[in-house]
């Protein structure tokens, strides 16, 4: 299995990212993808997951503004993060087959 996560970056708060998942495993379009990210000094958290029917799960924290969807013939898995806040600083990682990638870095400044 591997998950390679890209998008991230520096925006300032209010900003958009688009983050994106290439995954590469068995059977995606049966597996539950999610996102989970982790703030310095901070416990992982999971920010939202999807079913392969696009049944979809989100963190109160980002309820409204953030949004998680695949396209199951790509294999990929992305999340639209809008109305970004400083409270969203984190590594995210793309999460799969009960493996995580290797994260990336989404900054956002006040």
């Known amino acids: 299995v591997q998950l390679q996560a890209s998008g991230g970056g520096l925006v300032q708060a209010g900003g958009s990212l688009r983050l994106s998942c290439a995954a590469s495993?068995?059977?995606?379009?049966?597996?539950?993808m999610a996102w989970h990210r982790q703030a310095p000094g901070k416990q992982r958290e999971l920010v939202a997951d999807?079913?392969?029917?696009?049944?979809?799960n989100y963190a109160d924290s980002v309820k409204g503004r953030f949004t998680i969807s695949r396209d199951n013939a790509k294999n990929m898995v992305y999340l639209q993060m809008n109305s970004l806040k400083p409270e969203d600083t984190a590594v995210y990682y793309c999460?799969?087959?009960?493996?995580w990638g290797q994260g990336t870095l989404v900054t956002v400044s006040s």
């Open positions: 495993g068995s059977n995606f379009r049966l597996n539950v």
């Open positions: 999460v799969g087959w009960g493996h």
């Open positions: 999807i079913t392969g029917g696009d049944h979809t």
